[in-house]
């Protein structure tokens, strides 16, 4: 099947699980605050020459020592008259060689109806640290596994196989006002038997469309690539 095709039968699957669907979403939100006081996690602002593992080179740029993940350079910008506020500005910007994959696993059961894996994860500078974010949130350099880290979780799971129905996969260009030409691949897979999956209920948790929609009215909640991986739908 074409992608269209793909869409347009989970768009059918999610008509139907309407029926049955969890709709309130009080347990995840209960779940995420006792994960929130639980996990030992803790961030704060340092001045950028105390910052470990990160060096300026010769031309001023800010670069990991490993020379991986993204650096901060500068960026010198002319626009047309009325295109933007002022006709012309310099600032820095990220860039990146790599962008990342922001994918959701989905599954259907007779109880629940389609339900997507949401992921609890941490960033540091997210207000309540703790955010519902994508199953695989992850640079490529993570998904292929860094030397001294694990790989990303289900990172298997990215290509279509017996268990793995691909519904949708397409690159969206990262914020472009601080990242450097970057795409992420999107994507939603849906899981034939998400019984083959090993999934940590410390850091994952099922939820349908609808109670995702209501978190999404909530303060600091989700995060935002929650909502660009589902728009299609």
């Known amino acids: 099947m ?4 793909h869409i ?4 059918d699957r999610l008509q139907a699980s309407r029926a049955v669907e969890a709709t309130d979403p009080a347990e995840l939100l209960g779940w995420l ?3 929130r006081r639980d996990v030992p996690f ?3 602002l340092i001045p950028l020459r105390e910052v470990a593992d990160w060096h300026e080179d010769d031309d001023g740029n800010i670069r990991n020592a490993t020379g991986q993940f993204f650096r901060i350079e500068g960026v010198r910008v002319r626009s047309a008259p009325g295109v933007r506020e002022i006709s012309g500005w310099d600032q820095p910007i990220l860039t990146q060689s790599e962008g990342g994959v ?3 696993l989905c599954r259907e059961t007779p109880e629940r109806g389609l339900e997507f894996l949401l992921q609890a994860k941490a960033d540091p500078g997210n207000v309540g640290y703790l955010q519902f974010c994508p199953t695989i949130q992850s640079t490529w350099e993570n998904i292929r596994g860094l030397k001294d880290a694990r790989r990303a979780p289900f990172a298997e799971c990215l290509d279509a196989s017996a268990n793995i129905r691909v519904i949708y996969r397409s690159k969206h260009n990262e914020e472009g006002s601080r990242f450097w030409q970057k795409s992420n691949e ?3 897979l849906f899981v034939e ?3 083959q999956l090993a999934i940590n209920d410390r850091v994952y948790r099922w939820a349908s469309l609808s109670q995702i929609k209501q978190m999404i009215l909530l303060d600091n909640i989700v995060g935002p690539y929650v909502r660009t991986v589902i728009a299609p739908l």
Request: charged share 35%.
């Open 8 to 11: 347009r039968w989970l768009r």
């Open 193 to 195: 038997d998400a019984s």
């Open 42 to 44: 803790s961030a704060k």
């Open 33 to 35: 605050e006792v994960r």
């Open 2 to 5: 074409a992608d269209q095709e």
């Open 186 to 188: 999107n994507m939603i």
């Open 102 to 104: 922001l994918a959701l």
